[in-house]
C-alpha cells in the first residue's frame, strides 16, 4: 500500500481501517485526499484478504466536507477527477462490510461518505450536518440517493433543505446511526463490533452484501432468484459445514473461505 499525506491505512488480518488524516482541519477535504482515499478504496476493495473496512477520522473530527479555508485561501490544489467522486459507489458496492466510525463532526461530503457505508456508528461527540445548501451548493457524494434509503424520502429531503447541525442523539433517534457509544468508549465499542464482523464466514458475509447492492435495483421476483442461488451455493460451502458442526459441538467454527 502506497504512503499516505492526507489518509492512514492500516490493516490488521482480516481488518482494514482507512482514517482521514487532516487533523488540523477536523479532517477537511482537499482534492489530493480525494485523490488518496479514492486510491485506497479501490485497492482494500480487491484485497481478498480483507472482510471488514473501517473508516473514521484522525483527532477530534471525522470530516466536516470540504476546507473551505483550504479552497478559498488560493492554495494551489493538484487537479481533481470525476472519478474520484466514485469513491461512495465503492464505499457502498464493494464485497465487504463497511463501517463508519464517526468520531466528531461529519457533514457535507463526509456526511455523504458515512451514508455510503454499511454501518454507521457515533461517539457521542459527534455532530451531523448535511451543509450543502449553507454554502449554496446542491451537493455531491450521492447522499440524495443514500439518505432516502436509510430514513425514508420526507426526512431525507428534510435535512438537505433545512440544514443544520444535529447530534449523535438526534442521528441514533433518527436511524442515521445504528449506536451512539460514550465518547471514552467509542473505538472500543467499535472494535469489539468489527472483530464480530470479521469472524463471520467470509464468503457468506461477501454474498450477503452483494444480496443487499443487488436488491436495491432489482424486482423483487428477479431478486428471490438471485438470493436463492446465492443461499444454495453458502449452504453447500465447507464453512458452512464447518459452522453446523461447531453449533453441535459448542464450540467457535474455524472458517476456511470455501
Given at each position: ?31 489530493t ?76 461530503a ?63 433517534r ?58 444454495s ?18 464450540r ?7
Amino acid at each position: 500500500m502506497a504512503d499516505y499525506r492526507t489518509i492512514r491505512y492500516d490493516k490488521q488480518g482480516n481488518r482494514a481501517t482507512i482514517s482521514l488524516n487532516r487533523p488540523d482541519s477536523l479532517n477537511g477535504i482537499t482534492n489530493t485526499m480525494m485523490r488518496e482515499l479514492y486510491e485506497c478504496v479501490n485497492v482494500v476493495a480487491l484485497d481478498a484478504d480483507v472482510r471488514v473496512v473501517e473508516l473514521t477520522g484522525a483527532g477530534r473530527g471525522f470530516c466536516p466536507g470540504a476546507d473551505l479555508k483550504a479552497y478559498s485561501s488560493g492554495e494551489k490544489q493538484e487537479p481533481n477527477r470525476k472519478e474520484y467522486f466514485q469513491i461512495t459507489s465503492l464505499l457502498h458496492e464493494m464485497p465487504k462490510v463497511t463501517v463508519a466510525a464517526i468520531n466528531g463532526a461529519c457533514a457535507g461530503a463526509g456526511f455523504g461518505w458515512a451514508c455510503a457505508c454499511d454501518l454507521r456508528y457515533a461517539s457521542s461527540a459527534a455532530t451531523f450536518n448535511t451543509a450543502f445548501l449553507g454554502v449554496a451548493i446542491s451537493g455531491d457524494m450521492a447522499g440524495p440517493w443514500l439518505l432516502p434509503r436509510i430514513l425514508g424520502a420526507t426526512k431525507a429531503r428534510e435535512l438537505y433543505f433545512l440544514p443544520g447541525k444535529f447530534d449523535a442523539a438526534e442521528a441514533e433517534r433518527i436511524g442515521l446511526v445504528a449506536r451512539t457509544f460514550p465518547e471514552a468508549s467509542f473505538r472500543d465499542e467499535v472494535k469489539a463490533i468489527i472483530e464480530r464482523i470479521a469472524a463471520a464466514a467470509p464468503l457468506a458475509i461477501g454474498e450477503m452484501k452483494k444480496n443487499f447492492v443487488n436488491a436495491e435495483n432489482m424486482t423483487l421476483r428477479d431478486y428471490i432468484d438471485l438470493e436463492t442461488e446465492r443461499h444454495s451455493a453458502t449452504g453447500a460451502s465447507e464453512d458452512s459445514r464447518e459452522a453446523f458442526r461447531a453449533f453441535v459441538e459448542k464450540r467457535k467454527p474455524v472458517f476456511k473461505g470455501r
